[in-house]
């Protein structure tokens, strides 16, 4: 017995094992033969950052060190695609340039999620279709609450607006750059500016909060300097350099706040700036690091937006610009901490890993692709499930191992019984301990055991006469048959012990798998709602990970419902050996000592 269950535990070990071993990562896409990984570090040692942020657009810099395979995809670059960790959803992505002769490609992608202080989250770049068309989604990159994204592309020397809501410059006298930080950018000579009319997605709206970053390269040293600013009449929100220090400002009418980088400089190399008005303050940030915070009563504002000087033209900016992005939302230091560590020539966010060729005999069962989409509280349920469903699984082979000795004991019982002539006392005078040996656990030995002992009272009990001493009446009778049934019952328990637990496995099992699966729902949605995202990719995988319990509900409960079915008829056909050796044994001895 100790053996069979060492056996069957090992076997559970290795099945599991087996089913949590990794996997070859599937393909997206049979049509699309290459892919990139490209992985985020947002540990201490690289971009360092402990926080989540959501709907992060990171750029994606290629280059002849990082990709040397443009020749392998579209000359336009029409066949990209990004595709999250799982391998199955589509990532909204646009390309800002994409150049196979140079070798050269700015992409940005919008990640729904990044997971603070982890090294590791992934997802994947696919080229190589010919057949591929463009699937690019500017828009769709950013979320609701950006307004404004400039990446002063080549296509549009003056700017044109990246984000959904397509808010063009009124005018612009900035100078375009071919060659700037992030592709082209534009420069600004101390009297020219880039002017935007008030829109309703450039308002503040206090309870939304504000933001507004830019890449600048100063020249020198600046004298209150606008980077950029959104006006209206005495009300100003202004993120600017003063001498070679950055500076963020909110002035109403008489009343100002300001605060300013206290030390360092920004002058003569690029850096990245935001201003951040929020949850009742004032923030400025330098390279994704908070350097000054302020207590702020933010104000709605319906203002016009200004680029390298105010709206009234003055406090001009000197120097490159690159990247200027305005939020109707206050981001989080998070968020903008990723953007910095993703924009710049040294971004430590991202990690550029190897390039895959599509192998045509790869191939990744759909079960172990859902079951990497299974949440926590699946996994609660599902190792309820598996204690469960092993220990059903030892309980059936201690049943049928038990069983097994209880048949081959009767058996062997039976036939020396049905040898004897008449009187049922001689099996019993010949060689007990031999008898129990042989025997084993026979239960129609433990019968015939108690129903001797109480014959035995009473032929050999004092009697009148000695002709009445091996005589029973027929209350005799009666009490020794109640005997034997009295015994029968209690070895029927003992047959049908531990069979409860299969009736909770057979029962329980999918109801617990049912309530995984509502849960794993409840969630699914839940986080849809939360992010915005409502499409098929999105739904299926939390959806079919959901249904991974009811699944393991019903693969204990099916299992468990044959084997306690098998194990009932053993134990009934045993006991119905019993009722019918009581009844022989019974009719024997009224015969012999009646």
Same mark, same amino acid.
């Given at each position: ?142 979320? !609701?609450?950006?307004? *404004? *994204? ?27 750059? !071919? ?9 600004? +000579? ?11 997605? @450039? ?24 980077? *950029? ?54 923030? @400025? ?128 019982? @039976?036939?020396?019984? #049905? ?16 008898? +129990? ?12 055991? #108690? ?10 009990? !004092? ?83 959901? @249904? ?31 009722? *019918?050796?009581? +009844? ?11």
């Amino acid at each position: 017995m100790h053996r069979v269950c060492v056996r069957v535990a090992s076997i559970l070990v290795f099945v599991i094992g087996v089913m949590s071993a990794p996997v070859a990562s599937a393909w997206w896409n049979d049509d699309w033969a290459f892919r990139k990984e490209l992985s985020l570090d947002l540990s201490a040692t690289g971009a360092n950052i402990p926080a989540n942020a959501t709907d992060v657009p990171v750029l994606v810099r290629l280059s002849i060190a990082n990709f040397p395979y443009f020749n392998d995809a579209q000359p336009d670059g029409r066949d990209l695609r990004f595709i999250a960790a799982d391998d199955k959803t589509p990532l909204k992505f646009h390309i800002e340039k994409f150049d196979a002769q140079s070798q050269i490609a700015l992409l940005w992608v919008r990640l729904p999620r990044i997971t603070g202080g982890l090294n590791g989250d992934k997802f994947y770049l696919y080229y190589g279709n010919p057949k591929g068309t463009a699937a690019v989604d500017a828009a769709g990159t950013y979320d !609701p609450g950006q307004s *404004v *994204v400039y990446h002063f592309a080549e296509a549009a020397p003056a700017a044109q607006d990246s984000a959904g809501y397509r808010i063009e410059p009124q005018s612009s006298s900035a100078t375009f750059q !071919p060659a700037s930080l992030i592709g082209s950018g534009v420069r600004f +000579d101390g009297a020219n500016l880039i002017a935007v009319a008030a829109a309703p997605a @450039l308002q503040i709206v206090p309870a939304k909060g504000y933001t507004m970053s830019a890449w600048v390269k100063p020249e020198g040293a600046q004298k209150q300097a606008t980077v *950029v600013a959104v006006q209206e009449g005495a009300k100003q929100l202004v993120l600017g350099i003063d001498g070679e220090r950055a500076y963020a400002l909110w002035r109403d009418g008489g009343r100002e706040l300001r605060v300013a980088q206290p030390g360092g400089t920004v002058a003569g190399e690029w850096h990245h700036l935001a201003l951040l008005a929020a949850d009742g303050h004032l923030a @400025l940030l330098v390279d994704g690091a908070e350097v000054a915070r302020a207590d702020l009563a933010l104000q709605a504002m319906n203002g016009s937006l200004s680029v390298g000087a105010n709206a009234a033209g003055g406090n001009f900016y000197r120097g490159e610009l690159d990247e200027l992005q305005v939020a109707q939302a206050g981001r989080s230091d998070s968020w903008l901490r990723a953007a910095a560590l993703s924009q710049g020539m040294v971004a430590p966010l991202l990690i550029y890993g190897g390039d895959s060729q599509k192998d045509a005999g790869e191939h990744q069962s759909y079960f172990a692709s859902t079951l990497r989409n299974v949440t926590v509280d699946g996994w609660v349920i599902i190792g309820v499930l598996a204690v469960m469903f092993t220990a059903s699984v030892l309980i059936m082979i201690w049943k049928i191992v038990y069983l097994n000795r209880v048949s081959a004991g009767n058996a062997r019982f @039976l036939a020396e019984f #049905h040898l004897l002539n008449k009187d049922p006392s001689d099996l019993e005078s010949a060689a007990p301990a031999a008898a +129990d040996r042989k025997f084993g656990i026979s239960t129609l030995q433990t019968l015939y055991l #108690h129903g001797m002992g109480e014959t035995r009272k009473r032929i050999h009990a !004092p009697a009148l006469s000695a002709d009445r001493a091996r005589t029973l009446s027929a209350q005799s009778m009666e009490a020794i048959r109640a005997t034997m049934d009295a015994t029968q019952t209690r070895q029927t328990q003992r047959l049908q012990s531990q069979m409860v637990w299969l009736t909770i496995a057979i029962s329980g099992g999918p109801f617990l798998g049912l309530l995984g699966t509502v849960v794993g729902v409840m969630i699914t949605f839940a986080a849809i709602a939360a992010s915005g995202e409502v499409n098929v990719n999105a739904i299926a995988p939390g959806t079919a990970a959901a @249904l991974v319990a009811t699944v393991a509900g019903l693969g204990v409960a099916i299992p468990c419902l044959f084997g306690y079915n098998y194990l009932n008829t053993r134990i009934k056909g045993i006991s119905a050996d019993m009722r *019918v050796f009581v +009844d022989e044994f019974v009719t024997r001895i009224a015969e012999t000592y009646s």
